[in-house]
């Protein structure tokens, strides 16, 4: 895949998270064009100010973990260079819906997938619908979602005058693990004899 569909595709998949959802946040990172993302439990590893914390370790490359340390402290410091990728909000999500549904001649399906996503707070985006019969309605979704978030990606790209050709989208390793040693504070302190030494593992 060439650079600017890897970043074009990334930020789709950025814009069509659930707008309810922090397990994964998209960025910009305008300093240096490199677009990145943060796992909510990239949090684990921190001390209250943002260093890493004493009693945890990562799987991470030093310059990988650094990296990510220090975006998060530019995050937590609004820095302006830091620009977080839009997602779709809810009523958008529904408005794109509703637009696709006037396309969709079979009034039960029509009907199924209103009562599947319109009636009720769900807000599934990326998976297909939950319809039994017709695949022809979901492969026409699938392209009209698509159009959409394409579109979306590029006017981000445009409103921040940013010439994909010049931007990458950084890469961290796939298995990068944070440990943390619950037997002790983020200072390194030892909370005593009493604790039972726990590890837990989180993968990027």
Same mark, same amino acid.
């Given at each position: ?12 998949? *950025?814009?069509?998270?659930? @707008? ?28 209250? +100010? ?26 937590? +410091? ?7 990728? @839009? ?58 979602? +698509? ?40 200072? *390194? ?16």
């Amino acid at each position: 895949m060439d650079n600017e569909n890897q970043v074009l595709n990334w930020l789709m998949i *950025g814009i069509s998270q659930s @707008p309810f959802s922090l397990n994964e946040v998209f960025y910009l990172d305008k300093k240096i064009n490199e677009f990145f993302s943060i796992l909510a439990t990239d949090y684990f590893m921190l001390d209250d +100010n943002f260093n890493l914390a004493k009693n945890t370790s990562t799987s991470y490359s030093k310059k990988n973990e650094n990296d990510l340390i220090n975006r998060i402290q530019r995050i937590e +410091n609004n820095d302006n260079q830091i620009i977080e990728v @839009p997602r779709l909000s809810f009523n958008e999500r529904k408005k794109i819906l509703i637009e696709f549904l006037d396309s969709v001649n079979d009034e039960n399906e029509k009907e199924r997938i209103k009562n599947l996503y319109l009636n009720t707070d769900r807000t599934i985006f990326n998976r297909k619908f939950e319809i039994e019969s017709n695949k022809d309605i979901i492969k026409n979704w699938n392209k009209y979602k +698509n159009e959409i978030l394409l579109s979306k990606a590029e006017s981000f790209l445009n409103l921040n005058n940013i010439n994909i050709n010049s931007t990458k989208v950084w890469e961290i390793e796939d298995d990068g693990n944070i440990t943390i040693d619950l037997t002790k504070d983020d200072k *390194g302190k030892s909370l005593g004899s009493t604790y039972k030494k726990i590890w837990w593992k989180f993968w990027k």
